[in-house]
């Protein structure tokens, strides 16, 4: 069963990159047909979907975010990474990384990592 784990600091100051990676077990992200992607919720809002790899290293990102993120992965340790450069406020977030199967906000029965609190503050 693939289990999902994200990891990275919980408190960036603003005009920072934030940098957070997802480790995968029980599966690989060289696996076909499946997009590895970052999610996030801000408090008292809804997910937003913020980009993926694909398994052949393929990258995709929302229009609204594209200028600030970028992902990445190493097959060798089987994770995949955010970054997220000159964060604001407005970056704090729950962020999570899933598999799914489709780009885009994650179909019901995708699997996600637990979540990782991140506040952006001076």
């Known amino acids: 069963q693939v289990q999902l784990q994200e990891s990275g600091p919980g408190l960036v100051k603003p005009s920072q990159t934030l940098s957070l990676t997802c480790t995968v077990s029980?599966?690989?992200?060289?696996?076909?047909?499946?997009?590895w992607s970052w999610i996030r919720q801000p408090p008292g809002k809804g997910q937003e979907w913020m980009g993926a790899i694909g398994s052949s290293g393929s990258t995709y990102y929302s229009p609204s975010l594209k200028s600030r993120t970028s992902i990445s992965r190493d097959t060798s340790r089987n994770h995949f990474t955010l970054q997220l450069s000159s964060v604001t406020p407005e970056d704090t977030a729950v962020y999570y990384c899933a598999r799914a199967q489709s780009l885009g906000p994650p179909e019901p029965d995708a699997t996600w990592g637990q979540g990782t609190q991140v506040t952006v503050s001076a």
């Open positions: 029980g599966g690989s992200i060289t696996t076909n047909f499946y997009y």
